[in-house]
């Protein structure tokens, strides 16, 4: 048996912008076993439930993550509107779906731009962020914000789009579909991107639905399970189908992802042309008493919401189950028998979301 | 391998060289705000009637309301820039407008006074206002 050393990965590396620790013990340089370790960026955000009021609460719910934010907002709201019994407005429905889907545009395109930037494929890195800003302009004419919205509340949304919002976002998502074709072409057909991304990492789906693997990370392992069919906000009037690999490796996940932007676009296009007129948020009086468990589909895979409250204007208890925490398993078994050079290609696979981990 | 290719991407790496910057050259030229930014938050201090609803509102308590002194003040670091305050208004006083406020070292508040209404002004020097303010002091007396 080769004599064991550990390697400390994080929590300061230059892959991943954000702070994971891994304590990987090796053999030569084959990863044997890894430890993780988090808790660098913790703010505590859960527990301000109980300082700030519910309606406050809303701005918090999307700062615990500044990818994920508009669907963290979405799925606190959906959990109060549920205990108090308000329905939001279909336009409101639809807005919400319309953001929905750019966010997991932005945030595939945002994570395409780094998976190239691990393979050291500057140039397609740059062109993924070139395309996701195109989005992010969107964001700003529709919220006036790129990465926090502020436009949810409970009982609907605070911000109206025009019909000159929706065509004009129509037509990027005709632009950037344009130009995507050769950036995604590169990620799936090049040799090169192939040789770092093909068989590396591959999860069954057994132990995927094993270890409880969500996203695009159960997809690619050929699962057909997405949290967007159980219909919340306008997604029951849409045609959903969820996208699935076989492979089950690093360049099934990539698949995926990108299958997943040509699906948002689709449904963006869907929800622009049925989108209802009429309100955009329904008066909410009174103080919500009860609880509420919600899922979402965020662009990293299913996020769990619940609400407990207390008839107070002060929340008993807001948790949130994020996707990454749930991927954490799976991705600590990809990384046993890895070589020391692909474990930071592998933890980007997941799609880590280290700030919402750990909120 | 058929599927395979080896230079995807040579068209876009070509087409790159020969083609301008797609980013703005900020500051040589001006960064351009849609209508929606949020960007910072002002008041029109002479419609503010001091309810303080938009100081408890704000989620991380930037704003403060003194209603005696009439006076609203913004700790522009604090601020996050949510817009929860101009929902709250009841005046509609509080926008938020596109741009940045200039960055700074060390954390400021900037206070705002409300002007005296002009009809106001000569209410001061009447004489009932003298015999109310031993009343407060009174108080305490009855207190001790």
Redesign the interface.
Known sequence: MAKQSIVPFGPQHPVLPEPVHLDLVLEDETVVKAVPSIGFVHRGLEKLVEL?DF???V??AE?VCGICSFGHGLGYCQCVEDIMGVEAPRRAAYLRTIWMEMSRVHSHLLWLGLLADALGFE??FM?SW?LR?KILDMF??????RI?F?VN?IGGV??DMDSGMLVQISRTVDEIERELR??A??FL???TV?SRLNGLGVLSAEDAKGMGAVGPMLRASGVPYDSRLTGYAAYGDLSVEPITATAGDSMARCEVRIREIYQSFRLIREAIAKIPQGDIAVPVKGNPNGESFMRIEQPRGEAIYYVKANGTKFLDRFRLRTPTTSNIPPMLDLLRGCQLADVALLILTIDPCISCTER | MDQWKFTPFLHTALKNLFSRPDTVAYPFKPAVYPDRMRGHVVIQIEDCISCGLCARSCPPGALRVDRAAGTWTISRFDCVQCGSCVNACPKKCLAIVPGYTTPDGEKHTETFTRPPKPDAAPAQPKPAAAPAQPKPAAAPEQAQ
Do not use: N
């Open positions: 700030k309606k406050q609460y701005y918090i700062r140039s397609l062109q070139r800003e700003d004419l529709t919220t006036g914000g926090i502020s509340c605070l911000k050769p950036v072409d590169t057909r090049d040799v192939g």
